[in-house]
């Protein structure tokens, strides 16, 4: 159980206080497509991606295809993911065309913990997949101690107010422009 709590304090890459000026893309129509490869945790995935829309209220939009060609966000579920990110069980590779519009996003989630010993919990699964669509959406890192995206809780598990007020600020300050 030690293990178990130090993993989730280093379940995510980095850390950092979210600011506007550090959002790391935004998506400019929606629905978004979304590939997530065959996997017996492919439906928390799918769950996760309902989860940041109904939050939302469905101001990001996602549909599924089974082309991963034809995907803007594809997810995969990998043994281990970059070599860049040692402890790292979820990782988001965004694509943008230089001036933060999304081209296209990768979302990597490992099958085990960072100890490749143990198979993740559900419950930890769902934070992770949360944690990582919320970049493939534009948001970056925050330092407020439940919301999903802060990179190093062991609290926070469901998507917050303040999650959805970082995403309203991207989406609603794009849609004036």
Do not use: C
Request: charged content about 25%; proline content about 3%; glycine content about 6%.
């Amino acid at each position: 159980m030690k293990k178990l709590l130090s993993l989730l304090t280093v379940i995510f890459l980095t850390t950092g206080i979210a600011r506007a000026e550090e959002i790391i893309g935004v998506w400019q129509s929606m629905p978004i497509s979304v590939y997530i490869e065959e996997n017996r945790n492919a439906y928390l995935m799918k769950r996760s991606f309902g989860d940041w829309e109904s939050s939302s209220n469905k101001l990001v939009r996602f549909t599924y295809t089974d082309n991963e060609e034809e995907a803007q966000i594809v997810v995969k579920f990998v043994d281990k993911v970059s070599d860049k990110a040692e402890h790292a069980v979820g990782l988001t590779y965004p694509y943008t065309d230089g001036q933060k519009n999304f081209i296209h996003a990768k979302i990597e989630i490992a099958k085990y913990s960072d100890l490749r010993t143990t198979k993740l919990p559900n419950i930890d699964l769902l934070k992770i997949m949360r944690h990582e669509i919320g970049h493939a959406i534009g948001l970056p890192h925050t330092n407020i101690p439940y919301a999903i995206m802060n990179p190093t809780t062991s609290k926070g598990l469901n998507i917050t107010k303040d999650d959805i007020k970082a995403l309203k600020g991207i989406y609603e300050k794009n849609k004036s422009n």
